[in-house]
C-alpha cells in the first residue's frame, strides 16, 4: 500500500496544555480517540509547511512553516478509517500559541466536518489519568521537547 504523507503538531498554550481533536470512524461512531492537529500533505509540499497549512485549517492559528518546532519524531503508522487499511508517514513539529482557538476561522473538509467531534485543551495530568485512546502515544515526551523548545538532531522515532 502506498504510504500518505502528513505532519501533525503538537499545538501548546501558555499553560503548557496541549490541544487535541476528538475524532470518529464514520462507519462505526463508537470508534473515537484523541489526536493532535494536522493531516495529509499536498502535491509539493515541505512536511513544515504541512503542519502550518494544517493548523491553520483545524484550528485557525496561523503560523509560517519556520516558526514551528521542530521536526521533533516521526511515525509510520497503519490504520483502519471508514473500512480502509491506510498507511500513514508522520512527521511532528510543535507551535506555542497564546491565541484562543476559533473554529469559526476553520476550513475543515466535508469528511473533517463529519468526523472531528470536538476540541479540548489537555494537561499533563489528565493525559496521564485518562482511559480513553490518545494518539500519538508518546504525546507527553512530545510536549516535554516542545515546552523546552528542544529539537532532537534526528527526529525521534515513535509509536
Known sequence: MKPRKASRVV???ERDEVLLIRAQDLLTPSH????????????????AQTAARELAEETGIECE?????????IRDEVFRFTEREMRQ???YFAYRTSED???????????????????????????????ETIYPKNLLSLMELASRGAVPDVPLVID
Request: with cysteine; glycine share 10%.
Open 32 to 47: 473515537q480517540w484523541w489526536m493532535t492537529c494536522g493531516g495529509g500533505s499536498e502535491m509539493g509540499e515541505s512536511p
Open 89 to 91: 508517514l508522520e512527521t
Open 65 to 73: 512553516p519556520g516558526d514551528l518546532i521542530g521536526p521533533l519524531a
Open 11 to 13: 499545538l501548546l498554550n
Open 101 to 131: 482557538v476559533e473554529l469559526e476561522d476553520a476550513v475543515w473538509t466535508d469528511i473533517e466536518k463529519r468526523s472531528l467531534l470536538e476540541f479540548r485543551w489537555w494537561s499533563r495530568e489528565e493525559l496521564l489519568e485518562t482511559t
